[in-house]
């Protein structure tokens, strides 16, 4: 079984002046940058995008509904102004890149079609995580993402 943690990031909402620091990848964490942030900001086709109370709602029931289309089991999912966590996990041989695809797209759609408005709202790519044991997976469900403020549900929930 494949356990996963997805992280995927509001489009525009980790610039690169972020005073913790930005991350390009191939190159990991790198410091503020302002130049680069005006360069993205020059480059970027439309606003940043915030989630707010009504899109983090719509997040997490569309993971859910996308994890049950697909027959994947969604362990917990937390959605906040910048980005979403999926903790997941999934039976069989399933690249984790093809889990990641299809969940992007499909809650892209899903918010294109409640906001009546297209997309981006995620920045490309995104952090994945694979879980290694039941400690590493009992810390996500029971510290790392509940300390999240937003929208949220867990499996033991209705």
């Given at each position: 079984m494949?356990?996963?943690l997805f992280t995927f990031h509001a489009y525009r909402s980790w610039n690169a002046d972020k005073p913790q620091g930005y991350v390009t990848k191939g190159e990991g964490i790198l410091p503020p940058d302002k130049m680069r942030a005006e360069q993205y900001n020059r480059n970027a086709k439309r606003p940043p995008i915030t989630f707010d109370a009504a899109t983090q709602d719509i997040?997490?029931?569309?993971?859910r509904k996308v994890c049950r289309d697909?027959?994947?089991?969604?362990h917990q999912v937390c959605a906040t102004a910048?980005?979403?966590?999926?903790?997941?996990?999934w039976d069989g041989f399933l690249e984790w890149a093809e889990v990641s695809r299809t969940l992007k797209r499909k809650l892209g759609a899903a918010l294109s079609k409640a906001m009546d408005r297209p997309g981006p709202w995620f920045s490309r790519g995104g952090s994945r995580k694979r879980?290694?044991?039941r400690k590493h997976f009992d810390h996500l469900m029971n510290r790392y993402l509940p300390?999240?403020?937003?929208?949220?549900?867990r499996e033991s929930d209705p």
């Open positions: 494949a356990v996963y997040l997490v029931d569309a993971t697909n027959g994947w089991r969604p910048t980005h979403l966590h999926i903790l997941i996990s879980v290694t044991d300390g999240h403020r937003g929208a949220s549900w």
